[in-house]
Structure formats: C-alpha cells, structure tokens
C-alpha cells in the first residue's frame, strides 16, 4: 500500500476560476499540487476543509484528483463538469438604456443591432488543450503510483529474503563459533 493511501484524507474545497473544486489529500499542501497552484489559497481564506456530505463523498470516490463543477452551481462535483456557469445578464450600455420620449410626429428611433459574439474558438481550444494536458498528467501520476508501488512491493520482497538468508547465516555462524570453543579455540 502506499504512502499517500495509508494516511487519511482530508476533502478541501476552493473556487478556482469558474469552477468550485474539491479534492481528497492528504495534507493542505496535497491539495495545492492537485490543484496545480503554487500560491497558498488557504493562507489567502480562498481554500478551506470541507464537510459537505455530498462533496466529501465525491472527492473520497477520486483521492487526490480535483473534482469540479461551475461556480455557484448545485450540480454533483466530477472530474469534468460539462459546461461552464452561465454568465450574469451584461448591464445595458448607454446608448440602449436611454428613455425614450414620447413626442408627436417623430417616429421611434430604431435600436441598434446587436453586434455578433465574439469569436471563441481560441478559448475553446485553449480550454479543450488544458484538459487534455490535465488528463495526460493524471494518467501519468497513476502510472507513476503503479510503478512506486511496484518497487515498493519488490523493496518489501528483498528485505524479507536478506533477513531470512541472515537469520540463516547467523544460525551456522553460531553454530561454527561452538564448534570451534568446543575444539579448543579462544576468543
């Protein structure tokens, strides 16, 4: 078993970005690599333990993995939520928000159109980027527990045959040491 699955987790929560995050670790510090920030958001009141039943359970299924879902919202925390919160109503800008008056022989002015949105196929594929990148690491640090408790496990195994082996060793240098006071040697 290893280290980090030996001691117990505590579940943290924080908002970072659009998204409330949780996450099961071990130590304060655990929980600011999952999230991969380097500032002290706990320091800065911005991350704190949680006891939110709903939450804890979702970060305890997904140990040391943060677990999203957009800010505010009540939607179950997951490893990738699906959509992002939605924004509130922009205010009106001057020209729309005047008040019209009403006057005779004079004919509403007409409203300006819309612009169009602007164009988020950048963000999108900045977004998609970072999630793949988030993906590829936490396949990476998995393959990285594999491994470290592979070794640990063959560590465990070597150890368990060098005692044994020396517990042998020794039994036949007590042996050979009697043999030898018997025969007359001399410390």
Known sequence: MTKAASRKLKVFQAQIGF????VAAPSRAAALRAWGVRQDLFAEKLAHPTDDPEAVKAALAHPEIPLKRPAGASDPFEVEPGGLPEPPP?????????VETK?????????EPEPPPPDRSALDEAERALRDLDERRRKQEA????????LQAEADKAESAYLEERQKVSAALVAAREAWREAGGRD
């Open 19 to 22: 998204f409330d995050t949780v």
């Open 103 to 111: 006057t005779k022989g004079k004919t509403k002015p007409k409203p």
């Open 90 to 98: 922009a205010p009106k800008s001057g020209k729309t928000a005047k």
């Open 143 to 150: 393959a990285l527990r594999r491994r470290q408790a592979a």
